[in-house]
């Protein structure tokens, strides 16, 4: 079948909708660091919006790792489409604000010129939590992470985000350019404040003049993102295929729901992404912890409790009248109430993400969300549990789903079979002693603050919750806590 290309696209099937601007026109203003599936279904489809009132706002996306986007999307000319899936209902459109993509490691110059040049005045990220190299323990730039270590020894030919970010910044302030507005777009609480303290700490460790530049000149405006997005299968691709009536070797699947709320605080105008339904607030923080706390949370507790109980994935775990009283009840009882929001807002927010999980187009794995545990639990489930400690209210959903988190990443299932553990921390897993998994892993500071792990009453409500998933499973388990 032909392949999706400039040249093709005129021939895509009826009903496909198509970029409403002349591509021709559009010329770079954002360069996205880590172009995966997630920024292609979100941040992109909002520039693609965009672009009709403005054409300098096209992306030039970059690849930190695999070079694999870039050799799908250069014979399609940055073109790829989004598979939009809601039950039976399809929606199928073609983006076209990726200008090119990048492979950094192989491409690293063009990359750093790019980012240097004035026209590009985004600078935004997806390279998930563990690419910021941030300790959650000391809250700063992680200098004994290896990746950092490398860069900070040849700071002209960088690999990390923080690395490539700062000597782009470098050149701009060498050649008297106004710097990039660095905009994060991770699930990480106070994205914003973490990438500026991250950045400007790596850059002071080059050049502490360079340092003070970047803390008085970047802006970092925090973002909370949503849209569920799961990994694209060759199912998914035929899928495409046969609504676009052509090839797509790289297209992208999502939920209909997108959100986007953004700090308004950049460098110069910022793009209006309002044109893509992005809003701009002068604080992020209570969206952020909504989302995080509620979506993310229980997502990850989904995830450990569901693939524990032999579900692939989220719409079925859902499915199980179990876990929807659990999941509904931990956010109505033990999250809600941490969000110093009123009871209304939590509870309509809360049925609309049972609405959203219970999508079952959407396939989501919960092997794919139980991905990097380490990085993830302190800002979805442990601030809370914090919070319910301070108030002296019980955890116990949240409980078992932190030990239902310290069982996988134990890497064995309950039938005895070994689980593929993906985490940056997978060896210190490895090394945790089974018969005594919950000092093993308090003992994990960059995961548990040293109150937390020192609780009693945290130390108890896990200890329980291990004892009980041990002894009946966790499909169980989440019956019995209810
Ligand atoms: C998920 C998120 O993979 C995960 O950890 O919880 O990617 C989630 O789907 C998004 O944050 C939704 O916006």
């Known amino acids: 079948m032909t392949r999706l290309s400039t040249a093709t696209l005129g021939s895509a099937r009826p009903g496909v909708i198509v970029p409403a601007y002349d591509r021709a026109t559009v010329t770079a203003g954002i360069v996205h660091l880590g172009i995966g599936a997630f920024h292609r279904a979100h ?113 002209r030919d960088p690999a990390s985000a923080a690395g490539i970010v700062v000597e782009a910044l470098r050149r701009r302030r060498e050649a008297g350019i106004a710097p990039f507005t660095v905009m994060s777009c991770d699930n990480l609480p106070h994205n914003g404040a973490v990438s500026a303290r991250v950045f400007a700490e790596f850059a002071e460790a080059v050049d502490p003049a360079l340092g003070r530049w970047v803390r008085d000149n970047v802006a970092f405006p925090a973002t909370m993102i949503d849209r569920i997005v799961p990994a694209t299968t060759d199912a998914d691709r035929g899928e495409v295929e046969a609504l676009l009536g052509l090839e797509d070797a790289w297209p992208v699947m999502a939920e209909p729901f997108l959100q986007w709320v953004i700090e308004d605080k950049f460098v110069g105008t910022a793009p209006p992404f309002e044109m893509g339904g992005a809003e701009f607030v002068t604080d992020v923080a209570p969206y952020e912890r909504m989302k995080l706390r509620m979506l993310n949370g229980t997502h990850s507790m989904m995830a450990y409790l569901g693939f524990l109980s032999g579900h692939e994935f989220i719409a079925q775990v859902i499915g199980q009248p179990a876990f929807r009283t659990f999941v509904s009840n931990a956010m109505a009882e033990e999250i809600g109430p941490t969000l110093g929001m009123p009871q209304a807002q939590t509870d309509g927010y809360a049925a609309q993400l049972l609405e959203r999980f219970s999508n079952t187009a959407l396939r989501h794995r919960t092997y794919q969300i139980s991905m990097d545990g380490s990085q993830k639990l302190p800002q979805r489930l442990l601030g809370t549990i914090t919070d319910r400690i301070a108030a002296g209210a019980p955890f116990e959903r949240l409980a078992l789903g932190v030990a239902a988190w310290m069982v996988y990443a134990g890497g064995v299932d309950e039938a005895g079979k070994p689980i593929e553990v993906q985490d940056p921390m997978r060896a210190a897993f490895a090394a945790i002693d089974p018969a005594n998994l919950l000092d093993g892993y308090l003992a994990l500071e960059r995961i548990f603050p040293r109150e937390l792990a020192g609780s009693p009453v945290f130390r108890a409500a896990v200890g329980a919750k291990l004892a009980l998933l041990r002894e009946v499973g966790a499909a169980e388990a989440v019956r019995r806590v209810g």
């Open 43 to 155: 941040q992109a489809v909002v520039v693609d919006d965009l672009l009709v009132r403005d054409p300098s706002w096209g992306i030039v996306g970059a690849s930190l790792r695999r070079p694999d986007t870039k050799d799908a999307l250069a014979p399609q000319d940055g073109l790829y489409s989004v598979l939009t899936k809601d039950g039976d209902a399809r929606s199928l459109r073609v983006i076209g604000a990726v200008l090119g993509v990048l492979d950094a490691p192989r491409e690293k110059e063009h990359l750093l010129a790019q980012m240097a040049d004035a026209a590009t005045r985004v600078v935004s990220l997806t390279v998930t939590e563990k690419g910021y190299c941030y300790n959650a323990a000391s809250g700063g730039l992680d200098l004994t992470h290896a990746d950092i270590v490398a860069d900070l020894a040849n700071p």
